[in-house]
């Protein structure tokens, strides 16, 4: 099995992994391909096994991540994936090392990426990052943490936007959602499974899609696919949370 990469020609014709099994995120697929082919432009890449599977690596230059990180002359991994019956065969370093080759042809200083002190839904594994070379760099209040795999000396640390370093949003009161269409499931199950959860609760719900690398790169969380919050506090960045059966769960009211 080998591995093919998307661009402006293929997309419409090609899967995006993730979104392929759920009928009510189609739109948000599309929302997804079109996020895809405009960071096409910007030197981003969707690498995926050539087979109907969520098995997929996406990175892009440091400077045009839809994260609020400093991390220059760097590749930053964004969404990386092996799923189901395709875990421990190879599949994970494969991608990651043809990410770390292309770092190194272009003259990177190394990669780097956002993940949890602890394991984070939707964010890559720390403790098998760590275990291929990667680093601590930064931390959060909020429990990011920001991992490089360096190549040698480089010119500045990678580290966090000052608007992430207090682990709060700026909304105070009931739940607030910071989102992207970097997921596609998260233009569905945020305006309107979550719409309802709240409602049914009678909680306060604002939602805050960001739609552009500005204002993804100034957001209160490295998290910006989708980051719930509660009273100004970080809460999750797990999409289930948006369930009616699992909000009650991972949210404290």
């Not at 200083?109 to 760590?130: I, N, Q």
């Amino acid at each position: 099995m080998g591995y093919i990469g998307l661009s402006k020609i293929n997309i419409d014709a090609e899967h995006i992994c993730c979104g392929f099994s759920d009928k009510k995120c189609n739109e948000g697929t599309q929302l997804k391909k079109a996020w895809l082919t405009n960071q096409f432009e910007r030197g981003f890449v969707f690498r995926r096994l050539d087979e109907r599977a969520k098995v997929f690596v996406e990175y892009g230059p440091s400077e045009s991540a839809w994260l609020p990180v400093s991390a220059p002359n760097t590749l930053m991994l964004g969404c990386f994936w092996v799923s189901g019956s395709y875990k421990g065969k190879g599949h994970g370093k494969a991608l990651l090392d043809s990410v770390t080759e292309d770092a190194k042809r272009q003259g990177k200083d190394g990669v780097v990426t956002v993940a949890g002190t602890k394991k984070f839904h939707f964010m890559s594994d720390t403790k098998w990052l760590l275990d291929q070379g990667f680093e601590v760099c930064d931390t959060t209040p909020a429990g990011f943490d920001l991992l490089v795999l360096k190549f040698g000396e480089s010119k500045g640390k990678p580290a966090f936007k000052d608007c992430v370093k207090s682990g709060e949003c700026p909304e105070k009161t009931g739940l607030v959602v910071y989102y992207t269409n970097r997921c596609p499931f998260c233009e569905y199950f945020v305006n309107e499974v979550l719409v309802e959860t709240a409602a049914k609760r009678n909680l306060p719900l604002k939602i805050i899609k960001l739609e552009s690398m500005e204002q993804a790169q100034s957001a209160p969380t490295p998290a910006t696919i989708f980051s719930l919050f509660k009273d100004g506090k970080f809460v999750t960045t797990d999409l289930s949370v948006c369930l009616d059966s699992r909000f009650d769960k991972v949210v404290a009211t």
